[in-house]
């Protein structure tokens, strides 16, 4: 009997940088819910590597006396690898398939999670942030192609609602990374600079050896845990779905896209807005110790399973009032309180401008998703793709705006850092009322 085929034009806009489309030729089918459930599994993976890199800030700074600037350089080794390798890991996909990018993706991350044990063993924090970018290349992978291929494990009628299923898995496993980090990485031994200048040479080098090691057996397991996925993924069989050329797009359609200010205004409006959704997460940790004496990092950690929480509740929130609100001014709404929120934490240097921030991941939730619709809104194919590949890339912005934050730090305060997302939620907020200005215009 022979299937009935369909073009499908599928596209999927997620919190997490991805390729947003991709059209392919598949039979109308029922759900296939082993395939499906491995690649769902993959959100949740992503998810929990992200957010131990928050754990990492707090955990290397400690091991290797480092300064904010210097702890910052681990979300800007992970970022940069997601910048690089996301157009090679869309050609990949391109060439070799689906399946084979998402076991190719697997085997990076697995590989640099196991780089943890020999930079552990050496004590070298390069060795370390080449292992983090190990990571990001393989998730750049995962990103690129695991969400168009979701939508391809079954029926289209249903599709987005797998797609929305797999969503939810991502700040879950965001929870799981810092909940693994607090209870498997913090040690609880924390020492002044002055009981550390007390000890003796040996004493000394014992402590930092213990607390640079205390990364190697997760990281050892995570390791592992993503090579035997790699290869339960490798074994099983999936549905033929093939990639055509998802971003073909010529030098004219990139000339195009360049010059259209709307578009531009949303690729600086993506860079800054991940830049203070990275910041903001890197240096929880770091700011709820500077500002509530006597908080150990694993109490610290509390506020950033927090800040998860209501990030994941803001998801489902901001979906809701969707329905009522045009999107662009749900943006506009939500930049502005976060301006409030940030500038009341960089005024009030305490535990309430520790709550502060974690209110502040409620309205973040919306924003990259609706940044990229309107940044791809109204676009042929061909622009949607290349426009949506741009779009990804400007999650370099959590590599340079992270960094700067840590200078900002060593150079003032911690608190005087959180000025920069109060700047970033700013240009969302601009990007915003721009962009609703706009709509109105052509409405009329």
């Keep these: ?10 596209q999927s806009i997620t919190d997490e940088p991805s390729i947003s489309t991709a059209e392919v030729a598949v039979p109308e089918q029922r759900v296939s819910w082993l395939p499906l459930a491995l690649i769902v599994s993959l959100f949740f993976l992503w998810g929990g590597a992200n957010n131990l890199n928050d754990v990492l800030i707090a955990q290397f700074k400690k091991a290797f006396v480092l300064s904010d600037f210097g702890a910052g350089l681990v979300q800007s080794a992970f970022y940069l690898g997601y910048f690089l390798v996301a157009m090679p890991a869309g050609m990949y996909m391109r060439r070799f ?3 084979s990018a998402v076991i190719f993706g697997l085997l990076l991350y697995g590989v640099g999670a196991l780089l943890f044990w020999p930079a552990a063993s050496q004590a070298t924090y390069g060795l370390f ?15 690129t192609s695991a969400n168009p291929f979701v939508t391809l494990l079954g029926s289209q009628e249903t599709a987005t609602r797998r797609l929305n299923l797999a969503q939810a898995f991502n700040p879950l496993g965001s929870i799981a990374g810092i909940l693994i980090g607090q209870h498997f990485i913090f040690t609880g031994i924390e020492h002044s600079p002055a009981q550390i200048a007390a000890m003796s040479v040996a004493e000394r080098v014992a402590y930092f050896e213990s607390e640079t090691h205390a990364v190697q057996w997760p990281y050892l397991v995570i390791g592992l845990v993503v090579l035997a996925w790699a290869w339960l993924i490798a074994l099983t069989r999936f549905p033929n779905a093939a990639a ?20 531009v205004g949303a690729l600086f409006a993506q860079f800054f807005y991940v830049g203070a959704q990275v910041g903001v997460w890197s240096y ?17 950690a509390n506020f950033l399973t927090a800040e998860l929480v209501c990030f994941m509740a803001g998801r489902f929130a901001g979906a809701a009032l969707m329905k009522y609100l045009r999107p662009v001014r749900l943006l506009l709404a939500f930049a502005a309180i976060n301006m409030l929120l940030t500038l009341f934490a960089v005024l009030h240097p305490r535990a309430s401008g520790a709550y502060a921030l974690v209110a502040c991941s409620f309205f973040m939730s919306v924003m990259y998703p609706t940044v990229f619709a309107l940044g791809v809104e109204g676009r042929n194919d061909d622009e949607r793709k290349l426009g949506s590949a741009l779009l990804v890339m400007t999650i370099i912005g959590g590599a340079v705006l992270t960094a700067l934050m840590g200078a900002v730090s060593d150079h003032s305060s911690i608190a005087t850092a ?25 409405a009329g």
């Design 244 to 263: 055509s050329s998802a971003m073909a797009a010529g030098k004219g359609v990139l000339r195009k896209l360049l010059r259209d200010p709307r578009f």
């Design 129 to 143: 942030l080449f292992a983090l970018f190990v990571i990001a290349s393989g998730l750049a992978f995962l990103e």
């Design 418 to 442: 959180m000025s920069v997302p109060v700047g970033c939620f700013t240009v969302v907020l601009l990007f915003a009322w721009r962009r609703g200005r706009y709509s109105v215009g052509a």
């Design 97 to 99: 398939g689906y399946k």
């Design 284 to 300: 929880t940790i770091r700011y709820v110790q500077a500002n509530m004496p006597g908080t150990s990092a694993r109490e610290a």
């Design 1 to 10: 009997m022979r299937h009935r085929e369909k073009r499908v034009n599928v």
